[in-house]
């Protein structure tokens, strides 16, 4: 089962930035999809954005034209930057990985913490 640890997180003032990394314990060349997740406080967790091995992207219509996703198969890490955050980002942000057909099967890590506040 593919491993996954997430970073980068932190506290940021709204209109600010950070870049979280997702490095997988083995090659992530043969995945078909790479995601990102986010769960705030009392709210389920929701997808943010994947890439597949084409390097096509899909994200949630909240964070489209704010977060980018990016994909090193070299580096078996996957990336989320984050620009314009807001307060209603702040969430526990996660990675994953699915199959084409969008069955999840990584082990959740523990996730890194991200704070949008003033």
């Known amino acids: 089962q593919v491993q996954l640890v997430e970073s980068g997180g932190g506290l940021v003032q709204p209109g600010g930035s950070l870049r979280l990394s997702c490095a997988a314990s083995g090659s992530i060349a043969s995945i078909y999809y790479m995601v990102w997740y986010r769960q705030a406080p009392g709210k389920q967790r929701e997808l943010v954005a994947r890439i597949n091995s084409a390097g096509i992207t899909n994200y949630v219509d909240s964070v489209r034209g704010r977060f980018t996703i990016s994909r090193d198969n070299a580096k078996n890490t996957v990336y989320l930057q984050m620009n314009s955050l807001k307060p209603e980002d702040t969430a526990v942000y996660y990675c994953?990985?699915?199959?084409?057909?969008?069955?999840?099967?990584?082990?959740w890590g523990q996730g890194t913490q991200v704070t949008v506040s003033s």
């Open positions: 994953n990985v699915q199959t084409f057909g969008g069955q999840t099967f990584g082990s």
